[in-house]
């Protein structure tokens, strides 16, 4: 056991029951990591000048010195506290000079000496010592001691490599107590200070005691480590003698030529397991199933079955993975120069990155929803994440899935069963760390053979994806480094336990600028590469660009938008590759030429106030589309109809904002008080386009009372809210596609209800400044907006 300075130092010299004997003054030698002991012979090496001229004076004398140990290795020049206060006085024997300097002794140790104080310090430290006797009586207890020493010292012996057998022989002819202990603890393994303890106990019995300790320590590790180093060995020589085997057997059947297809895709497979690293319980299924097809014959049904289930195995990655690039910069100027926009989907990547660089072995990875109208980039930004972090990319478009087996697979007693798209795509992912894009989880269907979407609860949950369990495999598969993004175009179709587990994050449709800069950015460069044209040799002006925007596409993405760059691009490279000239640059009068006549106008807007006509705004899948209401009256029998394919729950809106109208008629103006004489129609243009949903229910209202009272409906507005009974406006969803579809179609007012207020935030501020707001809480608040102050005269 190490002792403390404190230890050491506390050592009651006086006390031992020897006569003192006289000081004396000899050459000290301070050394390191090493205690010299009495009776042995010590090599030293010499090379402090100090230490050399200690040496020659010695040398010039009687050959004697002091050699004491230095507490700190570190000190060249130690004074007395810095050195162990029990040294030992020594004889010099043989003398060589090495070749760097130092001088190598070989010292006889005489006996223990008590440091006392410093004679002289230059040109070398002499020091004044008292040599200190030894007990040598020996009794039964220290007769016992030296048996039990040397008992333990044999099986030291035996069971370490790195100490002699003549040091136990030369320990058995040992009589003395003192020097026993002395020559067993200089042939040890041990720290400096320990050896030290040792030469500072006096007592041959207390030494002995403190030896038989350490000797006992050691040889419960000395043990331990036999026994593991049997266990390797007999591994190794199992494993060597199967191989010996093997290559004995292989060896024998080329000679005879009867080489064996199956045994030869046997091995092949055994040398493919043991490069792959995998988990314990998966390669313990391997190797029993490569034991059952090496015992079937080759004609047995079952063959090419676990033939193919050990190559699902094998090629499935277990540990592979990819670092990820957590440099912030570097990621945010890869998202932006591949994506105009979408600042919520990138700012939370980045902060994904940032996360990880704090608490990477914490964190879990984020399962993301994107979730916009078609042509918003919600796929190609999932690819530039993958680049940009340094993943792989995958996909699997869920479009149409109505089976549970493709996302799970089939259990492997079906003939041609195979594992699912989770475990198909991973395999050809490569690592365990891919970015994996669920493309369309809203288009997932349900039938007879099960639930796709119940079955990736299990693949888009934290705390379950990390033993993932495919029918096929039958084995838990780790899930849980994967980073899921899953894309859709409305979120209403997905259930909504697996919605709870995705983080949504909304792609807006673009506004004009935005998609002038995405079209100057990426559509147009992008377009002239794949038409083989130069920039030099087709330009697209502003105007031009504008113009295709607004008159031959009506989207929220800017898929039309490319897909109509690339028809002007087709036709200049058809006119070149025939020799002809071609215009080098495109205006917007040009358009026609290459596109035909505009496919929509400018503005979708009635040019005048009309009576029983409101204007409502839509969401739609594709971001959003004006909604014109139009109310007739005629003579009847209180009869209310409605068409244009519409839904129950706008129907239901339909007949609380005429029940509205009856409710409130003196309010309004209305003239006429018996409904029952009247018929009233209520329809919605584009009659094949099913429509439901309760935001037009205030449109419906203004209509009606439009109708009712002869009062114009203003042309430049639009509006959306639910309506109750009492003319209360509640919230809508989707704001922004449609504010962004009134700004598109040349709208200038929008009434919406006061609670959506709070919405705004998502609004571009150029379409703020453009349109005029009106927040409102009921519908009379809406009737000074949207009615014309006076009925029409007439013509």
């Not at 025939?578 to 358009?591: D, F, I, M, N, Q």
């Amino acid at each position: 056991m190490p002792v403390a300075k404190s230890e050491l130092d506390s050592i009651d010299l006086d006390n031992i029951n020897v006569p003192p004997p006289d000081l004396v003054a000899y050459p000290l030698l301070p050394i390191r990591d090493t205690v010299v002991f009495p009776r042995l012979l010590t090599p030293l090496f010499v090379g402090r000048d100090q230490s050399v001229r200690a040496l020659e004076t010695a040398l010039a004398a009687d050959s004697r010195l002091v050699v004491a140990t230095q507490r700190d290795p570190e000190v060249d020049d130690p004074a007395l506290d810095e050195l162990y206060p029990i040294g030992t006085e020594v004889i010099i024997g043989r003398i060589l000079h090495m070749p760097d300097g130092t001088t190598s002794i070989l010292a006889q140790g005489q006996r223990r000496v008590e440091l006392v104080e410093f004679v002289q310090t230059t040109p070398f430290v002499q020091v004044r010592v008292r040599p200190l006797t030894e007990i040598t009586e020996r009794t039964l207890s220290t007769e016992a001691l030296m048996r039990a020493v040397l008992a333990l010292f044999e099986k030291c012996v035996q069971l370490d490599r790195n100490l002699p057998e003549d040091a136990y022989v030369a320990a058995m002819n040992i009589d003395e107590p003192g020097w026993l202990a002395d020559m067993v603890a200089s042939v040890l393994d041990l720290e400096v200070e320990q050896r030290q303890q040792i030469l500072s106990t006096l007592d041959p019995a207390m030494r002995l005691q403190n030896l038989s300790i350490i000797l006992a320590r050691r040889l419960e590790v000395l043990e331990l480590e036999s026994h593991i180093q049997s266990q390797v060995q007999q591994e190794v020589d199992k494993s060597q003698r199967e191989y010996y085997l093997r290559e004995q057997m292989r060896v024998i059947q080329s000679e005879l030529g009867e080489i064996d297809s199956q045994l030869a895709e046997v091995n092949e497979l055994r040398e493919k397991l043991a490069q792959i690293e995998m988990p314990d319980e998966v390669r313990a299924r391997a190797e029993r199933e490569l034991r059952r097809l090496m015992a079937m014959p080759p004609a047995a049904p079952e063959v090419g079955i676990i033939r193919t289930y050990l190559d699902w195995l094998i090629e499935l990655p277990w540990t592979a993975e990819t670092e990820d690039n957590t440099d912030i910069g570097y990621v945010s100027r890869v998202l932006d120069a591949n994506h105009y926009g979408l600042p919520n989907a990138k700012e939370r990547i980045l902060e994904h990155i940032a996360v990880r660089q704090r608490a990477a072995d914490k964190m879990r990875t984020p399962i993301l929803c994107f979730v916009g109208p078609p042509g918003t980039g919600k796929t190609s930004l999932g690819r530039s994440i993958a680049e940009a972090l340094g993943r792989r990319f995958v996909r699997v478009s869920l479009g149409g899935i109505r089976d549970e087996a493709e996302i799970r697979g089939h259990r492997r007693t079906y003939i041609g069963a195979m594992p699912g798209r989770i475990i198909q795509t991973m395999r050809r992912a490569g690592t365990i760390n891919p970015l994996f894009m669920l493309d369309e989880i809203d288009k997932v269907g349900i039938d007879f053979r099960g639930d796709p979407s119940a079955a990736l609860l299990e693949v888009l949950d934290p705390e379950q994806n990390n033993t993932f369990s495919d029918h096929y495999l039958d084995l838990p598969y780790d899930l849980s480094n994967v980073m899921f993004i899953t894309t859709a175009n409305i979120l209403d179709p997905i259930p909504p336990a697996l919605r709870d587990r995705m983080e949504v994050i909304r792609f807006p449709g673009y506004i004009d600028e935005e998609k002038l800069q995405i079209a100057r950015q990426f559509l147009i460069p992008r377009q002239l590469e794949e038409h083989g044209l130069t920039p030099d040799e087709l330009r697209f002006s502003d105007e031009a660009v504008r113009g295709i925007i607004r008159e031959y596409t009506y989207e929220a993405g800017v898929r039309n938008l490319e897909r109509e760059i690339g028809r002007i691009c087709r036709k200049i490279t058809r006119k070149l590759a025939e020799g002809k000239r071609a215009p080098r640059h495109v205006t917007r009068s040009a358009l026609h030429r290459y596109l035909g006549p505009p496919q929509f106008t400018e503005s979708l807007v009635q040019e005048s106030d009309e009576v029983g006509v409101a204007i409502s705004i839509a969401w739609t899948e594709a971001g959003g589309d004006l909604m014109p209401v139009e109310v007739s009256l005629m003579e009847g029998k209180g009869n209310l109809t409605l068409t244009g394919q519409l839904g129950e729950v706008m129907q239901e809106s339909a007949q609380a904002a005429l029940s509205y109208a009856r409710a409130h008629a003196a309010k309004l103006g209305i003239k006429t008080n018996d409904f029952d004489q009247i018929d009233i129609h209520i329809h919605v243009p584009e009659g094949a386009i099913p429509k439901d949903g309760p935001s037009a229910g205030i449109t419906m209202a203004i209509a009606l009372i439009s109708a009712l009272t002869d009062r114009a409906v203003r042309h430049d507005v639009a509006m959306t809210g639910e309506i109750t009974l009492r003319g209360r406006i509640l919230p809508v969803g989707g704001l922004k596609e449609k504010v962004m579809t009134a700004h598109r179609a040349g709208i200038k007012t929008i009434v919406i209800p006061r609670q959506n207020k709070k919405d705004m935030v998502e609004i571009p501020k150029k379409i703020q400044r453009d349109l005029k707001f009106v927040f409102v809480d009921r519908v009379n608040e809406v009737l000074p907006v949207a009615l014309v102050s006076e009925a029409p005269k007439p013509r």
